[in-house]
């Protein structure tokens, strides 16, 4: 047994000497880069703390509060496999993303807003079925890319609900024919010269998911916008104009 | 890197000590079944590195859930309210304590805790984790009204309890700790997976056209849009485990979530309670003001209330609801009771 334990010390003041050693050896320096995905409206910062009041107003003119936000992120550049994230506003959770080992070098810095048909797989993805965030197959199955939950004053001045959920787009005009459209897209946010560990800034304004190019009245669009076709494909032209790139430090 | 070292140490370490002291007993761990659903659909469940499951220790949990010295004059025990063959409810509104009191809320059903992952239990939350639950109602003066001392003293003192907790934990002393411990261990094991809806999604039945136009009607955003509070086709708990105001009420006698968190925003809202189940967990909602789901349903179709909480998936609230047809009416409950898991509630595990 004594011999055993000596042999296991002695590799292991090898394995930490060798450690040393290859740091030492030219291997090229490592570093962290974190994604902090931030929120806006029209440059006001909305924390979960801002939500459950009517204190936005969209470009149609419409008052409203968020109570629910969640949306999904895939393949972000910088990491060098397959990858999604689920970011959840209100309850504070995915808004950060840490990718480790980057060595210095210009990355083209790029995410994908919702799952690619490919990546769109029905009830795949454990933690995606757990918290609920799944469409139905009469839709098509997968996932949401986002679900936008809140209220609004109506045309009769009194509070009604909506929920801004963006799927893959789906046609059932003809029940036996669904036609669908990928409304998930692609966010490129420039070149990142990663020289040291990094924390980078996504900024989503809020505003612009009713506005560019599509001015949005939730008087007309306000719930079951998931089988609403028409409806997908504005959210998806919206989109595009909702994402920038922040404070790069 | 230094992972494999650390088990290597870890287990010479245990080997000497076990020289030293063999007469400590090591329960045995216990082989949780999780259906073949949850464990292609959802995440593992939540086991406490603290509480792991045993043999022993579920056990023993299952005796002390049926034990009435849990209570301050040795008339009710955890089953009095939560019965096996009613899917661990009592199927009344309000249950009666030792003391004929009555409470303000429904017997919630005990299933597939362990996948609670907020680890919220309770309709409003209150109790964080299972263990921390089973506190709760002992002591709770319009429950079984006892004090943790003297039910500890109790097992202490009995002939059978001291060994099984000897071998369930290794200690010789009895308290709250140990025994919540124990009864949140049988709670874990109670799994409810075995209805006709999930033998249906595992290729083994097929659905009446009442049940397919029925879940059809849970899924329809347009219809019952049940599905993004009650779980799917891809998630078998058939609940998110969070909390909603699903428009029972325009003002609030009882607050809920909201007087746990103490944010107005969160008043009126209740845990979502999972549809498995429900032909043995009547009445229904926190305060089982529904005797029937005819009257679940109806309140979603025509009966919502609006108040400023109401969740936004609460659809067409100045019209009452969603409107459905009496047939979809009438298929949405075929649907429902297909997630009716005799099995479970006749497991011989989880009896007396």
């Known amino acids: 047994m004594r011999k055993k334990y000596c042999l296991l010390i002695l590799t292991l003041i090898l394995v930490t000497g060798c450690g040393e050693e290859l ?6 320096e490592q570093f962290t880069v974190t994604l902090n995905f931030t929120h806006h409206w029209n440059g006001l910062k909305i924390t979960p703390q801002d939500f459950n009041e009517l204190k936005f107003t969209n470009e149609n003119g419409e008052r409203l509060s968020i109570e629910k936000l969640r949306y999904l992120v895939s393949n972000i550049s910088l990491i060098n496999s397959k990858n999604y994230h689920l970011i959840d ?4 959770t995915g808004t950060s993303i840490t990718i480790p080992e980057l060595t210095e070098e210009s990355y083209a810095l790029s995410f994908r807003f919702g799952f690619s048909d490919e990546d769109n797989t029905d009830g795949t993805y454990q933690d995606l079925n757990t918290v609920s965030f799944n469409v139905p197959g009469m839709l098509g199955g997968g996932y949401h890319f986002m679900q936008f939950d809140g209220k609004y004053i109506d045309s009769n001045n009194e509070a009604s609900g909506f929920n801004y959920h963006m799927i893959k787009a789906v046609d059932r005009t003809d029940p036996n024919n669904l ?15 990663i020289t040291s560990n990094t924390e980078i800034e ?18 007309e669009l306000n719930t079951i916008l998931m089988p609403n076709f028409e409806a997908q494909k504005m959210m998806r032209a919206n989109g595009d104009s909702v994402f920038s790139l922040g404070e790069v430090n | 890197m230094k992972k494999p070292y650390t088990y290597f140490f870890t287990f010479f370490l245990l080997t000497c000590c076990s020289s030293k002291e063999e007469e400590i007993y090591t329960p045995i761990p216990y082989n949780l079944e999780i259906p073949a659903l949850f464990a292609d659909k959802l995440i593992a469940p939540i086991i406490p590195t603290d509480n792991l499951l045993t043999e022993e220790g579920v056990a023993l949990g299952k005796k002390l859930f049926f034990d009435k010295k849990l209570s301050g004059d040795n008339t009710q025990a955890c089953s009095s309210c939560h019965n096996p063959k009613k899917a661990f409810t009592d199927q009344q509104q309000f249950s009666a304590g030792v003391q004929g009191e009555f409470g303000a809320r429904n017997a919630m059903p005990l299933f597939n805790l362990a996948w609670n992952f907020d680890e919220r239990f309770a309709w409003d939350g209150k109790e964080f984790g299972l263990e921390q639950q089973a506190l709760e109602p002992v002591s709770n003066p319009i429950e079984m009204h006892a004090n943790w001392n003297l039910v500890s003293k109790k097992l202490q003192e009995s002939i059978e309890y001291p060994e099984l907790f000897l071998r369930a934990f290794g200690a010789s002393e009895i308290d709250a700790n140990l025994i919540t411990k124990a009864i949140a261990q049988f709670e874990r094991t109670l ?21 397919q136009n029925g879940f059809n009607v849970f899924m329809d955003e347009a219809k019952g849009d049940c599905f993004h509070c009650h779980g799917s086709n891809n998630n078998p708990l058939w609940t998110d485990n ?32 999972s549809i498995r189940n429900l032909a043995f967990t009547a009445p229904y909602m926190h305060d089982g003001r529904f005797a029937t789901l005819e009257e ?27 409107q459905l047809s009496p047939k979809d009416k009438n298929d949405l409950k075929a649907f429902l009771l297909s997630l009716t898991d005799t099995e479970f509630i006749n497991n011989p595990s989880f009896q007396k």
């Not at chain 1, 506003?89 to 504070?92: D, L, S, V």
């Open chain 1, 179 to 193: 036609k669908f459209e990928d409304t998930s897209f692609e966010v490129n946010l420039g070149t990142i010269v």
């Open chain 2, 191 to 211: 799994i409810s997976g075995d209805s006709k809806f999930d033998k249906y999604l595992l290729g083994e039945t097929s659905l009446t056209q009442e049940e």
């Open chain 1, 89 to 92: 506003i209100r309850e504070n």
């Open chain 2, 242 to 273: 969070a909390f909603h105001n699903n428009g029972l009420d325009t003002t609030f006698q009882d607050l809920g979530f909201g007087s746990v968190t103490g944010d107005p925003n969160d008043n009126g809202k209740f845990k979502s309670p």
């Open chain 1, 202 to 219: 996504i900024k989503m304004n809020l505003a612009e998911w009713f506005k560019n190019p599509h001015t949005w009245n939730l008087n």
């Open chain 2, 296 to 322: 679940v349903i109806n309140h979603y179709s025509e009966g919502l209330q609006m108040s400023s909480t109401i969740d936004p998936l609460m659809k067409r609230v100045n019209e009452g609801g969603v």
């Open chain 1, 23 to 28: 740091d030492c050896c030219g291997q090229p």
